[in-house]
């Protein structure tokens, strides 16, 4: 059963940092690329971060550029988001998603929420 | 900037048929965009439904469907159940970007 568990998330005041981990079992992690989607109270869905299966290629949403870092540590499948100058903005839950093939987004965490507040 | 653009909201009775469209600012959808489409309910993770324009996931009920609909790509519901009352988001593949849409709030009454 693919399972992924999100963790991290917590209450950091403006200009802060942050590290998101995302737990994966149940499938061969190296194997696939990963992302990391946003949704801030109330609002819609929000693309933030991919990287591929060997860490290899990375993006980001222009909104984070510059101050979120994906990673994974493939010897313990785990997914990471290193968020830092963070700003009221990026409040929101954060969900890791296993990409299964090409074009396929199947599985999804449960999130975790991130506050940004003084 | 790219923009992706959804129903805000459609309300239908059930056992009803609905179809929900995902346009992209660019142009028309192709199934070059993968098309991924994901149900949302309230206090819930979203869960994806369809993927690559019209495949299914093994959990995904079968009075979904996919397909790309006069330029767009669309979801349809045949024969609504109460429990298909959510919110919907379209993704799609522009490159090494991807952009949800704003998603569409489905009410079955």
């Known amino acids: 059963e693919v399972q992924l568990v999100e963790s991290g998330g917590g209450l950091v005041q403006p200009g802060g940092s942050l590290r998101l981990s995302c737990s994966a079992s149940?499938?061969?992690?190296?194997?696939?690329?990963m992302h990391w989607v946003r949704q801030a109270p109330g609002k819609g869905l929000e693309y933030v971060s991919a990287?591929?299966?060997?860490?290899?290629?990375?993006y980001y949403a222009d909104s984070v550029k510059g101050r979120f870092t994906i990673s994974r540590d493939n010897s313990q499948n785990t997914l990471y988001l290193q968020m830092s100058s963070l700003r009221a903005e990026d409040t929101a839950v954060y969900y890791c998603?296993?990409?299964?093939?090409?074009?396929?987004?199947?599985?999804w965490g449960q999130g975790t929420l991130v506050t940004v507040s003084s | 900037q790219t923009v992706v653009t959804q129903e805000p909201s459609l309300t239908v009775s059930p056992g009803e048929t609905v179809t929900l469209t995902c346009a992209s600012s660019?142009?028309?959808?192709?199934?070059?965009?993968?098309p991924n489409w994901f149900q949302q309910k309230p206090g819930q993770a979203p869960r994806t439904l369809i993927y690559?324009?019209?495949n299914k996931h093994s959990w995904t009920p079968a009075r979904f469907s996919g397909s790309l609909l006069g330029g767009k790509a669309a979801l349809t519901l045949s024969g609504v159940q109460p429990e298909d009352e959510a919110e919907y988001y379209c993704?799609?593949?522009?490159?090494?970007?991807?952009?949800f849409g704003g998603g569409t709030k489905l009410t079955v009454l």
């Open positions: 690559s324009t019209s």
């Open positions: 660019t142009g028309a959808v192709t199934s070059g965009y993968y």
């Open positions: 990287i591929s299966g060997n860490a290899a290629n990375t």
């Open positions: 993704l799609l593949y522009y490159g090494d970007v991807w952009v």
């Open positions: 998603v296993k990409q299964g093939g090409l074009g396929t987004f199947d599985y």
């Open positions: 149940g499938f061969t992690f190296s194997t696939c690329a």
